[in-house]
C-alpha cells in the first residue's frame, strides 16, 4: 500500500513545472529593481550557491531548512515531525503528506532538495572518510567586451577582460572549503600593485556538527542574527509580490564563497551548544578595507571593490576594521529569545561630510551595537522582532504573520527606525535602503480562494524624520503592490503586478529650495508556457513617472529555451523605449552558474542574448552567453571613464566547470 501511496503522489506532482528556480529568479528580480531605485547594489552570489547544493531531507537539520527562505518555521517544524514519526521519506513527493505543505510550496522545494545522498553519519565524520568521499569543484570565468572605455585611454592599468576562478570542496554539510580569486575589468594581473596575480582573494573553511561546537567558520564568513536591526551580512528578500519569503529569519553563521569584496567578515566564527536550547555564538573579524585618506583620518569608505586606476589603487586597503562580539540563543519549544552584543572599529578616525541628509551618518572610530530578538510561533501565528540600540540612537522592529489555512496568509511589520541610529552592520526590512531615519507600517496579504489563482496585495506607509537624497525636508512615501497570478496548468502560468509609489523629491536645479511629489505607476505582465524541452516566456513592462510632467517607458521581451541531448539554449530578445531615466525599466537575463543578471534600461533601443550550456556527464559543464544591446538614440553609450564611442554594447562570457 505504500507504494502504491507514493506512486500516486509521484503522478500528481512530477510533471514538469514553470515555477521552480524560476520563482527564485522573479522573487530576485523584483528585489533587485527595488533595490536599484533607492541606489542599493545586492550580490545574488552566496545566496545562489546555497540553493544550488540539494539538501537531503532525511538527515537535514532545522538550520538547513532555513536557508530555503520560502520554507516557513511552522513548514520547517512539521518536515523535521514527520520524519521523526514516520521515518525517512522514500521520495521527495512524499511532502504533500506533510502538515501545511500546499503544492506550490513542494513545487519550490523540487530543485533544492533530495532524499537518497549516501552521506549520513550521525557524527562528525572520519578524516579518511572526509578525503575518500568529498566533492571538489573547480569553476572558472571569462568575460570579452567587444568595446572600448574612455578610461582604457589613460588611466585604466590593465586589461577589458573579466577573470575569475574559483575552487570549492564539501563533504555533505559536515565540511566545506574554498579558495576564489577575482580580476575585475581594467585591473592588472601579475603587475603593477597586482604583482601577486589577481585583485582580489578569497578563502574559507566551514565545519558542522562537530559535537557541542554547531558551527565553526575560519576565513571568509557571513554572519546573520534576530531580525537584522544588530548585525545581519546575509542577504534577505524583503518586500515583494509574494509573502513566501516574508519571515525574517537568523541564519547564524554562512560561509561566503562569493567574489563580493565588501559584505563579509575575516577571521573566526562558532556556535556553540552550552545546553540543551542554549546556544552561543562568538566572532572576531579583521579585514582591510577601501576608503579615501584626509589630513590622517578617513574622509569616506569606498564600497566598489575596483581598483583599476592609479587613484581607485590608491584607495585599495587604506584602512582597517576590527569586529568581534557574540549572540546568545535560548529556544524551547515555539518560543525563541536571543541577545547580540558587538564591538568594531576602524583604525584611524572616520569622519565623512555630516551635512545635509548625512547630517546623522555614522562616524567616530569606535563603535557598538546590542540588539534583543524574540520569536513566538502559536499554531497559525508568528510574532517576531528585535529592539537595538548603538552608540547612538536606537531602532526597534515587529511583525506579525497570520495563517489561517494553506490559502490564506496576512503579514503586518512595523518598524521605527530613528535618524541617528548608527549600525554599520544592520540589514533589516527597510524602504528607504537603510536601517535609519525610518516610521512605517506595512500590511500585505496573499489569498487563493479560486482554484489556479492566487492574489496578493500591499500597501506601506512610511515617514522619514529626517532628510534623505535628493530631498531636503522630513518627508513621507506610500507604497502599493497588486499581483494577480493565474496558474491553470503546470505548465502554463501568467500574471499581472502593479507598483505605485508615491513619494518626495527636491525639484532638479532648484538647489532644494521646492520639493514636490514624485508618483509612480509600474505595471508588469507575464505569459510563461513550459515543458521538458521548451520554454516560452513573454514578458511586458510599462512605466509612468510623474513631477511636474509625465516621462513614459516600457518595453516588451521574448525568451525561447530549448533542451536537446547535453545543450540547453535560451535566446532572448527585449525592445524598450523610456523619455528618460526615471522611467527606466528592468528585465531578467539567464546569467551564468551563481549569478543573477537584471538590466535596466533608458532611452530607445535593443538587448539581444543567447545562453548556451553545455553538460557533459555528471563532470564538465561549459556555458557561453553572447550579448548585446543596441541604442537606436545615440552615439556614445554612459560617460566619463565608463563612456563608449557608439551605439553597441557587445560582450561575451565564457565559462567552465569540473567536478570530481
Not at 79 to 100: K, R
Not at 543 to 556: A, C, E, I, L, M
Request: aromatic share 14%.
Amino acid at each position: 500500500m505504500k507504494l502504491i501511496r507514493l506512486y500516486l503522489l509521484a503522478l500528481c506532482l512530477c510533471q514538469p513545472n514553470l515555477l521552480l528556480a524560476q520563482e527564485i529568479n522573479l522573487l530576485l528580480e523584483e528585489k533587485l529593481e527595488e533595490l536599484a531605485d533607492d541606489d542599493e547594489t545586492v550580490n545574488y552570489d552566496d545566496l545562489l550557491q546555497e540553493l544550488s547544493q540539494p539538501i537531503d531531507l532525511n538527515n537535514a537539520t532545522k538550520e538547513q531548512l532555513e536557508r530555503l527562505p520560502f520554507l516557513s518555521d511552522q513548514q520547517i517544524e512539521n518536515i523535521l515531525a514527520y520524519i521523526y514519526v514516520h521515518g525517512p521519506m522514500q521520495t521527495m513527493y512524499e511532502l504533500q503528506l506533510v502538515e501545511d505543505m500546499d503544492r506550490r510550496t513542494i513545487q519550490l522545494l523540487l530543485p533544492f532538495i533530495q532524499v537518497d545522498t549516501p552521506i549520513q553519519e550521525k557524527h562528525f565524520p572520519k578524516v579518511r572518510n572526509i578525503a575518500k568521499r568529498g566533492k571538489h569543484e573547480v569553476l572558472t570565468r571569462l568575460d570579452i567586451p567587444f568595446y572600448k572605455r574612455k578610461g582604457y585611454e589613460q588611466k585604466y592599468l590593465g586589461t577589458p577582460q573579466y577573470h575569475s576562478l574559483r575552487y570549492l570542496f564539501a563533504y555533505g554539510d559536515y565540511v566545506q572549503a574554498g579558495l576564489t580569486a577575482e580580476k575585475d575589468a581594467g585591473e592588472p594581473l601579475f603587475k603593477q600593485h597586482n604583482k601577486y596575480g589577481y585583485d582580489h582573494y578569497g578563502f574559507y573553511i566551514m565545519l558542522r556538527n562537530l559535537g557541542r561546537v554547531k558551527a565553526l567558520a575560519l576565513g571568509d564568513y557571513k554572519l546573520s542574527f534576530g531580525q537584522g536591526l544588530t548585525l545581519a551580512s546575509s542577504f534577505r528578500l524583503g518586500k515583494g509580490y509574494s509573502l513566501a519569503t516574508a519571515e525574517t529569519r537568523s541564519t547564524g553563521i554562512r560561509k561566503h564563497a562569493s567574489f563580493d569584496e565588501i559584505g563579509y567578515f575575516r577571521g573566526i566564527a562558532t556556535t556553540i551548544t552550552l545546553l540543551k536550547g542554549l546556544d552561543l555564538s562568538a566572532f572576531y573579524s579583521y579585514r582591510k578595507m577601501d576608503g579615501i585618506l584626509k589630513n590622517g583620518m578617513i574622509s569616506s569608505i569606498t564600497k566598489t571593490g575596483l581598483h583599476r586606476s592609479q587613484t581607485e589603487a590608491d584607495r585599495k586597503g587604506a584602512l582597517s576594521m576590527q569586529m568581534a562580539g557574540g549572540h546568545l540563543t535560548f529556544h524551547q519549544n515555539r518560543f525563541d529569545v536571543g541577545i547580540t552584543g558587538l564591538w568594531y572599529g576602524f583604525n584611524k578616525e572616520y569622519l565623512p561630510r555630516l551635512s545635509g541628509y548625512a547630517a546623522y551618518k555614522l562616524h567616530c572610530k569606535d563603535f557598538y551595537n546590542v540588539g534583543v530578538d524574540y520569536q513566538l510561533r502559536l499554531r497559525n501565528i508568528n510574532i517576531a522582532g528585535e529592539v537595538a540600540k548603538g552608540k547612538k540612537g536606537w531602532a526597534a522592529l515587529n511583525s506579525l504573520i497570520y495563517q489561517p489555512s494553506q490559502n490564506y496568509k496576512l503579514m503586518l511589520v512595523h518598524r521605527y527606525y530613528r535618524h541617528d541610529y548608527w549600525a554599520y552592520f544592520a540589514n533589516a526590512f527597510n524602504d528607504g535602503g537603510s536601517v535609519q531615519n525610518e516610521n512605517g507600517w506595512y500590511l500585505a496579504a496573499e489569498v487563493s480562494p479560486i482554484a489556479h489563482f492566487r492574489f496578493f496585495g500591499s500597501i506601506d506607509l512610511v515617514s522619514y524624520p529626517w532628510w534623505k537624497y535628493r530631498i531636503s525636508k522630513p518627508s513621507k512615501a506610500f507604497e502599493g503592490r497588486l499581483r494577480v497570478e493565474w496558474l491553470p496548468t503546470s505548465q502554463l502560468s501568467m500574471f499581472v503586478n502593479y507598483r505605485y509609489k508615491r513619494k518626495e523629491r527636491d525639484v532638479t536645479g532648484m538647489s532644494g529650495e521646492l520639493t514636490l511629489p514624485t508618483y509612480h505607476h509600474q505595471v508588469r505582465y507575464r505569459l510563461s508556457y513550459q515543458t521538458d524541452k521548451l520554454l516560452l516566456r513573454t514578458t511586458a513592462d510599462w512605466n509612468v513617472f510623474t513631477q511636474q510632467q509625465h516621462s513614459y517607458g516600457w518595453q516588451v521581451t521574448q525568451l525561447a529555451g530549448l533542451q536537446f541531448w547535453k545543450i540547453k539554449l535560451h535566446l532572448q530578445a527585449t525592445y524598450f523605449h523610456t523619455d528618460d531615466y526615471d522611467a527606466r525599466v528592468y528585465g531578467y537575463e539567464k546569467g551564468l552558474l551563481y549569478t543573477f543578471y537584471s538590466p535596466s534600461f533608458s532611452g530607445k533601443g535593443m538587448r539581444y542574448s543567447a545562453h548556451l550550456r553545455l553538460d557533459l556527464g555528471k563532470t564538465f559543464m561549459l556555458i557561453a552567453k553572447f550579448g548585446q544591446t543596441h541604442y537606436f538614440d545615440r552615439e556614445v553609450i554612459s560617460n566619463g571613464d565608463d563612456q563608449i564611442a557608439g551605439s553597441n554594447k557587445t560582450d561575451l562570457q565564457l565559462q567552465a566547470r569540473m567536478k570530481f
